[in-house]
């Protein structure tokens, strides 16, 4: 036998979750039986409405709504059953044609669904105005008045075909020509040929001679492939001003904000609050360049870890389980309850198994099940928070589901992480609490600082990025590589400030970010759910126990309102700058604290 280093069990080995609520086994034959079943009532769903429904009376779309709700539900379960299967085993051929086959039966279905949105959105407004009055669809009122937001940027039913059929030689060919660009990128560090990814983990080495070689390898692949990455970017953008044109929309950013129910005043509101702020970065960073003893701290030595120790906690699965319920408790013993139901009823799977996915999910299921967490536990203060981070998001969408059904269960991006960052936070506090080493909590938050700046001012940076590409696009016409490093450049060191040295080489690194080209806009909602729920987090704790009622009640609320309305139940005002503000002083103050601990910790290297 080989000396093998036995792996601590942590319990979470046996944590496996339960999925006989949908199906018994890859092979149940009721798959298949539940599959035509379903067709059939989409067919009859289709011969029933189609091409009546601007004319329907409000009992009509009542009955129509009610009928597509049930639909959605039972392919809900037939699509988490194969999804959370897959994720437990990648490996399984069984597993991964079954998801194969859900994608392109879901597809079709979708074909043969689409029309009712359509017609929806064609009825005229004085229509469409009585039924949504009508108390009979109050429960449905939001989604129908929601599909309508579209309404005024749709185009003709041929117009929206065409487009359709052409981006998948248009748009679609060029992220994924971006992509297999991208991911065939072979970087030369060391003698080796490394994939990008492979190279940038090396920038949060603790050997600052290994940073700089990965950021001038990173730099070199991207110059190598600037040509065609520029081009890339140059046609993407070009593409959006034209559809956005063609639709009406008024600005590049707008039918992002529409998608994410975020009205413009909102989303400007948070960006310039955000950028108000930008000197807590400096603050951080400034220090950190202290604590590492450097003259100058440069981009590559961004995520160089601190010489300083670290927790070296291990949790057992059920010391983790009482962290959670515990801090969960102090907050709201409803939430623990519902939180408890996880571990009790088997919703969650928790080992590290080989071709198990990797990181952390919650599956919001359908209404008439239940929702998944899903993680793999090693037994790391990190793993204690993603749980409490993952059975948040389960307490929402337990919750959401019930008081609202299916509809009203997927909540938009900007409001999706607010559970779950809000237990993520109990959590950490209560860990903070404990810690007594000083060392330790310094650790601690350096950490939790840096996750926080990577949500809350990277991303608005990077909008910021966006914002600048796409009006240049617009207004000066194809954009050389240079032109786009220094927009690039721009919105950097204005979030540094002078608190990192910026080499010309950084220039390039807008290059490889998918989400630029996958989802234009989007960056700027992980923001916005950030400063969202530390703002929430804020308002806890002056309030303290009044607080909590109203916070379930938000959670319950799910999707069922804009999100701006069901935050005013708090005392919240999104459009209000005082609003956002109140998040990054939560954030200023943790850096205080940071900064504090280090003068204690370190008098000789901190001023
Ligand atoms: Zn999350």
Redesign the pocket.
Known sequence: MVDMPLEKTTGAENVIWDLSIFYKSVDDPAIEQDMQTITKEVDAFAATYKGRVASLTADELLTAIKTLESIYDKTGRIENFASLLYATDTADPKYGALVQKVTEYDSALGQKIVFFDLEWNNADDAVAKKLLDDPKIAHYRHMLEATRRYKPYQLSEIEEQLLSEKSVTGRSAWTRFFTQLTGAIRLDYEGQKLTMTQVLTHLYSPDRETRRKAAESVTAGLKDKSMELTYIFNVLAADKASDDKKRGYPSWVSSRNLSNKAPDEVVNALIQSVTGNYGIVAQHYKLKRQLLGLDELTDYDRYAPLPIKESDAFYTWDEAKEIVLTAFRGFSPRIAEISQRFFDENWIHAPVLPNKRGGAFCALAVPSAHPFVFVNFEGKARDVQTLA?ELG?GVHAYLAGEAQGLFGLHTPLTTA?MA?TFGEMLVFTDLMNKESDPEVRLAMLGHKIEDTFATVFRQISMNRFEDGLHTARRTEGELTTDRINELWMNSQKAMFGDSVNLSENYGRWWSYVPHFLHTPGYVYAYSFGELLVLALFNIYRERGAAFVPQFVEVLAAGDSDWPEKILSKVGVDLTDLNFWNEGLAAIQDLVNQETELAKQVYPNKVK
């Open positions: 981070h998001h992480e779950s």
